[in-house]
């Protein structure tokens, strides 16, 4: 070869190298990107495995979701937050849900449950605690041999109105029991809901702990004509969208951004409202566990696509549309399942005879009380008076200021009280949906002021002066004997993982303890979350299953305060009316009725 041949091979080859080494540069560049990135997201979002048992030694104990944001949490306060969390560990289903067909999963309509007789006499008396055993199936009738389904239980007698909940156990292999107080006499009725298949709540987790952004809200930036809206959520932005407007409360360090505008500052926010819901974040297989009408019809669809299908051989019937139509016996997929009783293999009535004894009834620690006549009983040294006349109401508020801070569900009490006491004049100027709201009677000395608590809250549009924080606001109060406090803050937390939530009462709590130590006449009302309305995608966002785990945080968190807390989870369960977001007015009466009991259980008040 010649000289220049030479020179030829030795610039390609060099070439070659070169380009191998970039190469490698580039590959090692990414994987340590891609090392560094899913570092920053198990800060940023937890990135946990549904199989919390298995994720949380590994993340929880120094875990937060805003790292940067807010007060360090003290020794005492991780070793709190780890407890909590393991007080609302769910089992898990063996395998993923993605893996498993429909018919694979919990059935209500092949589920069933016994009422285990009992071993005394064969008898059921006033003091007894009724024992039922629940047996889970798939679609296809096969028992199911794992647990995690959610699944309530109450009793009801609607010839004397008399209601209360149940506590059910799971044995983690398909087997369920719930064990029910019996308070009254005469004929009651067992009956039993399955709410979510444990396939179902696998989702749930997953959305919780991955999905925190799929409930967005906005900002309203304007300077003169010029107006701009942008996204804004609590710490789950991407950085890498743009820059970000930082309005972390100076004194709670609670965080909140929104991306910032491209004409105007950030000191030119001057409202916050819901965004919307992000949809599309489940699979279509994913999508038939969440299905509270036309599953059968969904079902349908897939099973015409076969080959040899032939619909005059097939019959079904929809619930929903009570409307028979054509459908494939090994396809039917026996109704909905979210939200469906669970019948019973024989029968579901038991008559329960006077008490065997004439000892007091002791409280039961799990259920917090029961409707008898309509009138909700607590569990505890409380008496219950129910205020029927807008006199007693009046008489028990005179000299009172009554500070109701929350969600929609506490503007209800608002809402309650001025439908129920006409010498309550109304200054409210703004949106009656959103507040802040205020009442007056003068002539008794009577203030009711409602004010909805800080971001995240999905209300209409709010001024951005008007974001406060329950801690700020309670800090602000001087308290005293003619003080009542009430708080209602759950709903709006339903998206976000179980941390961000902890961290939100923890610092209401300090700021109680506060208000009580300086004044400890001053009374205060917690009210737990309550169940609704379930229909398809709405699990997604607000599933009971959400705010069934934030009360079992709430009870925690508020435990040997000298608060009083309102079970509205329970007292929705036991009642007759349909679960509702907001609550009809009887459950209602019966919340305030308790509140106020408690506000007067010192005094006389004339409650004819």
């Not at 090994?330 to 399942?337: A, T």
């Amino acid at each position: 070869m010649s000289l220049n041949d030479w020179k030829w091979i030795f610039i390609v080859l060099t070439l070659f190298g070169l380009i191998v080494l970039l190469r490698n540069i580039i590959t090692e560049e990414n994987w340590k990107y891609s090392v560094v990135s899913a570092a920053l997201d198990e800060v940023q979002y937890g990135n946990q495995s549904s199989n919390l048992t298995r994720s949380l030694p590994a993340f929880y104990p120094n875990h937060s979701y805003c790292p940067h944001q807010g007060l360090p949490m003290s020794l005492e306060e991780q070793l709190e937050e780890r407890n909590l969390l393991d007080s609302i560990i769910w089992p898990y289903p063996p395998s993923g849900s993605e893996l498993l067909n429909l018919s694979q999963t919990s059935d209500p309509a092949h589920s069933l449950f016994t009422i285990v007789p009992s071993q005394k006499d064969q008898q059921w008396h006033v003091g007894d605690q009724l024992e039922v055993q629940i047996h889970l199936h798939d679609y296809e009738g096969r028992p199911k041999r794992y647990g995690g389904d959610f699944l309530l239980a109450r009793l009801q007698s609607p010839h004397c109105r008399a209601g209360v909940v149940g506590q059910v156990l799971d044995h983690k292999n398909g087997v369920y029991s719930a064990r029910l107080p019996l308070l009254w006499e005469g004929s009651t009725q067992v009956e039993v809901m399955m709410v979510h298949s444990s396939e179902a709540i696998a989702v749930l987790w997953r959305l919780r702990e991955k999905r925190p952004d799929r409930v967005y809200f906005t900002g309203n930036f304007r300077r003169g004509r010029l107006s701009e809206t942008t996204v804004c959520n609590m710490c789950f932005l991407l950085q890498d969208k743009g820059p970000r407007c930082n309005f972390t409360d100076l004194q709670t360090g609670e965080p909140w951004y929104c991306y910032t505008p491209k004409k105007l500052s950030c000191e030119d926010r001057i409202s916050h409202a819901k965004g919307g819901y992000l949809k599309g974040i489940i699979t279509s297989k994913e999508a038939l566990l969440f299905q509270r009408c036309g599953v059968r019809r969904m079902a349908l669809k897939n099973v015409s696509d076969m080959v040899g299908w032939s619909p005059t051989k097939l019959s079904g019937f929809d619930l929903c549309t009570n409307q028979m139509y054509a459908m494939q016996p090994l396809f039917d997929l026996s109704g909905v399942n979210i939200k469906v009783r669970i019948n019973a293999a024989t029968t579901d009535t038991i008559d329960v005879l006077p008490s065997r004894t004439s000892e007091e009834r002791k409280e039961d620690p799990v259920t917090s009380g029961y409707y008898y006549r309509d009138l909700w009983r607590p569990f505890r040294d409380l008496p219950m008076r129910p205020f029927n006349q807008a006199s007693a109401i009046t008489q028990c508020l005179t000299n009172k200021l009554v500070y109701l801070y929350g969600d929609s569900t506490m503007r209800q009490w608002y809402d309650y009280l001025i439908s129920v006491l006409p010498e309550l004049k109304e200054f409210a100027y703004k949106p009656k949906s959103v507040g802040p709201l205020m009442a007056v009677d003068s002539t008794r000395n009577i203030l009711v002021h409602y004010r909805c608590h800080g971001p995240p809250i999905r209300f209409a549009t709010l001024m951005a002066s008007e974001l406060r924080y329950i801690a700020n606001e309670l800090d602000g109060l001087t308290g005293g004997p003619d003080t009542v406090v009430a708080i209602s803050i759950w709903s709006h937390f339903s998206t976000f993982p179980a941390e961000v939530y902890m961290r939100r009462l923890r610092l209401i709590r300090k700021a109680v303890v506060r208000l009580l130590n300086r004044s400890p006449a001053t009374a205060v009302i917690v009210r737990t979350g309550n169940p609704q309305i379930q229909r398809n995608d709405i699990s997604l966002y607000n599933s009971d299953w959400f705010s069934l785990q934030l009360n079992t945080v709430l009870r925690s968190m508020f435990e040997g305060l000298d608060v009083l807390l309102v079970d509205a989870w329970q007292m929705c369960v036991a009642h007759h009316e349909p679960h509702n977001l907001h609550p009809p007015r009887p459950i209602i009466k019966n919340m305030v009725d308790l509140m106020l009991s408690y506000v007067c259980r010192n005094g006389t008040t004339n409650t004819a």
